[in-house]
């Protein structure tokens, strides 16, 4: 769809592939393949244990993001599949499951999708079965598919079996709260993570594109991010006595979140500065 293959069809989706970069301009894609979770050894020793957990902002448009392989792991969220291949992507909404199912991407590709299961409350017989996500897997025939897709549920559920809060987070924050869990970082770099509207309207670089609401909408309320993201910092932060994680907002907040000043491990930083640590 928006990978180009260099050696079977004109265009693809699958690895091996040249990826598009901010000039619209195709360039090799450094493989992250192979190893069970699709990341090599090599790949994730030089990652360093740091991760780049990606979102759709408008503020990550200067960014390259094949600039980033070299230094840390990548997690995104929704459509940056469309033309851009992260090291892990993460679904939440039901119709973007969908859209991407219907792709190639996932046969090498691989992806959490939240409540990706066939088990249901609910008998197939019976007229609200259809109201329910096993419905939606039964309906993509995800029961004997090759695609990689692993359910986020069972990777947060695994983490904290006792809380059934985390489950319900929204996209971006379920990317950065399973990065933290699969990948034990030191380090998270939060790009595009946009918690406001520079413009007052619909902040999001998909925006017009199926499966999203259009430019002229209002922008997304923040306060549900604001407090999932706060849980994870908390998550991974001074109480956490296994782990402490660091977090970096790269270029996104345009005001002081409240709810986050008396976070110790939170940090908001310019792309230049990210580049000064990356670089150091």
Known sequence: MYFRESTRAPWSTVPNVTNLNSQNEWEPLTSSLEETDGISPVRRAKANKRVFAVGNGESRKSINLSDLYEFGIIYGCNALYRDFRPDALVVVDPVMKEEIWETDYLLENKAYFKDWTSVSPIAPHEWAFKSTPAYLYQKLGAENSPKRVVNSNDVIIGRFPDDAIRTGYAAGPTSVLISCIE??????????????????????????????????????????????????????????????????????????????????????????????????
């Open 183 to 280: 990948e034990e970082p030191d380090e998270v770099y939060l790009i595009g993570h946009d918690l406001f509207s520079p413009s007052g309207k619909f902040n999001n670089v998909y925006k017009d594109s199926q499966n999203y609401l259009g430019s002229l909408t209002p922008p997304t309320p923040p306060q549900n991010w604001i407090l999932q993201l706060k849980r994870t910092f908390d998550d991974f932060g001074i109480g956490d006595n296994k782990h402490l994680v660091q977090f970096y907002m790269v270029n996104s907040l345009e005001k002081e979140v409240d709810e986050w000043k008396l976070l110790v491990n939170i940090h908001h930083i310019t792309l230049n500065e990210m580049w000064k640590r990356l670089n150091r």
